[in-house]
């Protein structure tokens, strides 16, 4: 089964995705914030990472950071899922080392179909 890491500390927006997720066959771990993923990923190697970029006491840029510093996370696709949609804000998100960007609010009709082409592409590396 293909494992997501979903990393998002706000409540309302971890349902949504996982029951969106769930829905097309995926596994969907969750956390509420850079420390508790980082903890998590000891243990998964999921098939995908989605994070948020605004969360507290770490954000999204520098965890994607920490996170593409590990060896078995190197080649691991990191996605950020963002409401910063101003001009840069994507661009921001690869240059740390995101290997793509999905806006908020989520299009629950694309979401799915989004994490299958960022996992697919992965797999072609």
């Known amino acids: 089964m293909t494992t997501v890491l979903y990393i998002e500390d706000n409540?309302?927006?971890?349902?949504?995705?996982r029951r969106v997720l769930q829905a097309e066959g995926y596994?969907?771990?969750?956390?509420?914030?850079?420390?508790?993923?980082?903890?998590?990923?000891?243990?998964l190697k999921p098939d995908?990472?989605?994070?948020?970029?605004?969360?507290?006491?770490?954000?999204?840029?520098?965890?994607?950071?920490?996170?593409?510093?590990?060896?078995?996370?190197?080649h691991t696709p990191v996605?950020?899922?963002t409401a910063n949609v101003m001009r840069g804000d994507k661009e921001r998100s690869l240059k740390a080392g995101c290997?793509?960007?999905?806006?908020?609010?989520?299009?629950?009709?694309?979401?799915?179909?989004?994490?299958?082409?960022?996992?697919k592409k992965a797999g072609a590396k």
């Open 79 to 81: 996605v950020a899922m």
């Open 48 to 74: 995908l990472i989605l994070t948020d970029i605004n969360m507290p006491e770490m954000d999204g840029y520098t965890l994607t950071a920490k996170i593409k510093e590990m060896p078995d996370f190197q």
């Open 99 to 119: 290997d793509g960007y999905i806006q908020k609010p989520i299009d629950i009709d694309l979401l799915a179909g989004q994490v299958e082409r960022f996992i």
């Open 27 to 43: 596994e969907v771990a969750e956390a509420t914030s850079a420390s508790e993923a980082l903890n998590i990923l000891k243990d």
């Open 11 to 17: 409540f309302e927006n971890r349902i949504l995705v």
